[in-house]
């Protein structure tokens, strides 16, 4: 049978058109069922306080570049979205006087500006780059913090960005959020067209993705407007940058930071059922990561909700 048609916009492939029974399984999972879809190579945590949340995630930052050395540098691949770990990062870094020189960041994605055919320039307030610096790194003691070679942003021209995930810096470990679409960095489902009208691509063909610019789904735009635009959706560009499929196969570990912020509460549920299960479908393109050796969700208890109905 021919799959359904998104509810969100029928020119796209999203979780929308998945089987029915799927989501009305992934709907009635609790909290406590939750937790348990931990598996080999697939572990769910739950924080109960956002305080917690966020130093657990500022701390992979710290722990990979105390694994630094020259002979042998070690980085972290980290997100704009949640943002809230990146000053607890400089102030551990600054209280332990951690001289993290040696490490290295990789910036996740940025905005690309159509009309200059570029990324995002660091001087607009949007620009991911910009958070990164302002949150993070212009706030670490300058000789303590990574050296400016060793900050790694996508850009429009992604050959220099991609030849630093092959030039032998380990990545410890690949930070994300969820968006409402299911996507980690701008890894979106694809469009509806041309051979993938009638079926979403095979996950070995969205697997061979690499760094680059892409088309954002809908409900990606609509998502970063009020996450980030105050609404003004007119504000929010239609293109970004994104890390890969093929760069987050290079990191030891994809680690997923759910603060109940950014997906909704059947989102939350739905990627780590599929995660759990070994349920892969490119129409959802977390559920990828079922197929990744070392995969951890996190969530804050506060943040999970439910998916009862309820009338606002």
């Known amino acids: 049978m021919p799959r359904r048609l998104s509810a969100i916009s029928p020119d796209w492939w999203d979780y929308t ?18 937790a348990r879809l931990s598996r080999p190579g697939f572990r769910v945590v739950l924080y109960d306080s956002l305080q917690d949340f966020y ?9 990979a570049w105390r694994r630094s050395t020259p002979d042998n540098p070690v980085g972290i691949c980290g997100p704009i979205g949640p943002t809230e770990q990146l000053p607890l990062v400089a102030r551990i870094v600054n209280s332990l006087g951690l001289d993290a020189r040696g490490g290295h960041f990789w910036g996740m994605d940025e905005w690309f500006d159509v009309a ?44 220099a960005y991609r030849a630093t995930w092959g030039s032998g810096v380990t990545c410890a470990v690949m930070q994300g959020g969820q968006g409402d679409v299911k996507h980690w960095a701008f890894n979106d ?18 697997r061979k993705l690499a760094t680059r610019v892409v088309d954002l789904h809908p409900l990606t735009v609509a998502q970063n ?21 093929v760069e987050t196969w ?14 909704n509460p059947f989102g939350q549920r739905l990627t780590a ?19 990744h050796p070392d995969v951890q969700f996190n969530y804050y208890r506060g943040g999970i909700g439910s998916c009862s109905v309820e009338m606002h």
């Not at 991911?128 to 429009?156: G, S, W």
């Not at 059922?273 to 197929?291: F, Q």
């Open 189 to 206: 489902p694809l469009p509806r067209r041309g051979k993938h009208r009638d079926a979403p691509p095979a996950a070995a063909e969205y």
């Open 116 to 159: 200059t055919g570029r990324e995002m320039p660091v001087t607009h307030p949007l620009s991911f780059e910009r958070c990164d610096r302002q949150q993070c790194f212009d706030r670490i003691e300058k000789r303590l913090r990574p050296t400016d070679a060793n900050l790694h942003f996508p850009k429009a021209d992604t050959s």
């Open 17 to 34: 058109t998945l089987d029915a029974e799927l989501i009305e399984a992934v709907a009635r999972l609790t909290p406590r069922e939750l």
């Open 55 to 63: 130093l657990a995630e500022a701390l992979e930052y710290v722990e």
């Open 225 to 245: 407007a009020r996450t980030s635009g105050g609404g003004n959706i007119s504000l929010v560009p239609t293109k970004a940058i994104t890390v890969g499929p």
């Open 250 to 263: 290079m990191a030891e570990r994809v680690s997923i930071w759910h603060a109940g912020n950014h997906d």
């Open 273 to 291: 059922y599929m995660i759990s299960k070994g349920i892969v479908d490119t129409a959802v393109p977390m559920s990828l990561l079922a197929d």
